[in-house]
């Protein structure tokens, strides 16, 4: 699929270009139909006014998203889900007030004014305010809601610097705010507020614990690929790079992970491969071909530096990416989610 070449500006702020200036001009950008790529504190998001239908099919077009993948609808502040709600639903306000600005996307039931491109034609959309200073600016001074998935090419791992958004779509889009890398470099959990009991569909920032003391009632985690997925992340392929993935899923000790990394490499190199290893500082002297750090392990350093680590990997000429998996518990859920949708091949 062609898509039209065009010089993409980066607007950054600091050397006397203020936020209110950046945010001015991206949010004309916007307002003109155009597609503007901003940060959040999960990831960068490519983002088109959810009132243009052009622009919101233009999204898709540049991103190779499929169609019936929904979008996340961003706004300046939880005024701004009036725009798109067609009701509040019980627990919205309560979990807006605990965990917004943040990491936690509402699935509520959609009005008529929010374009079946947005939903993929659901009922329901999915809203969230980001917690981060440029993308609040912009969000403000565009006055309207703004759908945003990753800004990146689809099924490859999620941007979470300027520099990943324009390796993938510099050319493509009108505009970046360059804000830095992301605090928390993982999507939002999504939460579906529209079934009888709350449902995460994707897990991500904010933990099923934590919004479960928050409103007081059980909540419940989606299983399995959905024909039709209500959010983003639960059919499709997501945050591979082209470099086949092995994910190790851990059990047992620390030497015991240590020691079946070490068969791993050992075996894929005996095999003529070119290695490379993502995993925590502890690991960087197991002989890989090449090695991205993850601090020293914790889901936080992991979720941070994921990203950008298979990005980095997937330069050094390698022919597969081990990485030793986390378990699954608070943000190590989420983390073990991406990783599993990214691996070509999961050894239990």
Partial sequence: M?????????????????VKTIAREAAEAILAGELVAFPTETVYGLGANVFDRRAVNMLFRVKGRPTDNPLIVHIADVGGAELVAQRIPPYFETLAERFWPGPLTLVIPRNAMVDDAVTAGLPTVAVRVPAHELARAFLGAAGVPVAAPSANVAGGPSPTTAEHVLADLGGRIALVID??????????????????????????????????????????????????????????????PTTPVVLLVPRGSGADMMRRLQRLIRNGRTAGMRVGLLGAREFADLGADAFHPLGSGTPVEYAREMYNGLRALDTAGLDMIIVPGLPSVGLGAAVMNRLRKAAARIVR
Wanted: glycine share 12%; net charge positive; proline share 9%.
């Fill in 179 to 240: 804000g830095g890398p992301c605090r928390i470099g993982i999507e939002s959990t999504v939460l579906d507020l529209t079934r009888r009991t709350p449902t995460i569909l994707r897990p991500g920032g904010v933990a099923a614990q934590d919004i479960e003391d928050t409103i007081g009632v059980h909540v419940a985690v989606a299983s399995g690929a959905a024909r039709r997925p209500a959010s983003p992340g639960m059919k499709y392929r997501h945050y591979a």
């Fill in 2 to 18: 062609s898509v039209h070449r065009r010089d993409t500006r980066v607007l950054r702020p600091g050397h006397g270009l203020p």
